[in-house]
């Protein structure tokens, strides 16, 4: 079922002090789930023959409570074909510093001046510290926040306020060496899923 995200507009007057109160913008609704075809979530994504190292199962579809079509043990290679990955809540990066960023695809340069209190709804990651996000009713790639096991920060550090990350999955379709055909879940424990090694 689709469901709307609907994200409160708050109105700013203008303070009897010297300051004014902080712009705030919300986005366009923007339906869920989303669901990103070809995706993968991390840098340097491979898709191809994947060698177990632990033992998983592959189900019929991407609904909740699908039926296992086979089981992987340690040791048994299958055929990664695609990936894509169904966001089931978007996060929220709040703009707390001007700043121009927010890639299209194929573009070259950044495309959005944002302003403090600008929202953006964050996807799912690519790696490397970037994000596919939404704003306005269109789609982004951009450096919005490290993953946990990275070291230094990410380039709008002090320019962007992470208020909650993306709830998503990462499906991956495989083939075994029988012919038979499923998808796995954030799959874990393979070799051969990293093409940076």
């Known amino acids: 079922m ?12 203008q303070s009897a002090g010297p300051s004014p109160v902080p712009h705030v913008s919300a986005p366009d609704s923007l339906p869920m789930p989303y669901v990103a075809q070809n ?22 579809s991407t609904t909740p409570g699908a039926k296992v079509v086979f089981s992987v043990k340690p040791g048994d290679t299958v055929q990664a074909q695609r990936g894509i990955v169904i966001t089931i809540k978007p996060g929220v ?3 707390i510093q ?10 070259t340069e950044p495309e959005l001046s944002l302003k403090p209190g600008d929202a953006l709804l964050t996807l799912y990651p690519m790696g490397e510290a970037y994000d596919r996000f939404w704003y306005h009713g269109k789609f982004y790639d951009d450096e919005i926040d490290m ?30 060496a029988r012919g038979l055909e499923g998808w796995m879940a954030n799959p874990k424990g393979f070799e051969g899923t990293d093409s940076c090694g």
């Open 98 to 107: 001007a700043v121009t960023l927010g890639y299209r695809d194929g573009g």
């Open 39 to 60: 995706a993968c979530t991390f840098e340097c994504c491979h898709y191809g023959p994947w060698r177990a190292t632990r033992a998983t199962a592959a189900v019929a």
């Open 147 to 176: 993953p946990e096991d990275s070291f230094g920060n990410a380039s709008f550090t002090g320019f962007l306020k992470v208020e909650s990350r993306p709830t998503f999955v990462w499906w991956v379709r495989v083939r075994n």
């Open 2 to 13: 689709i469901v709307l995200l609907h994200m409160l507009l708050a109105t700013s007057t």
């Open 93 to 95: 990066t709040r703009v």
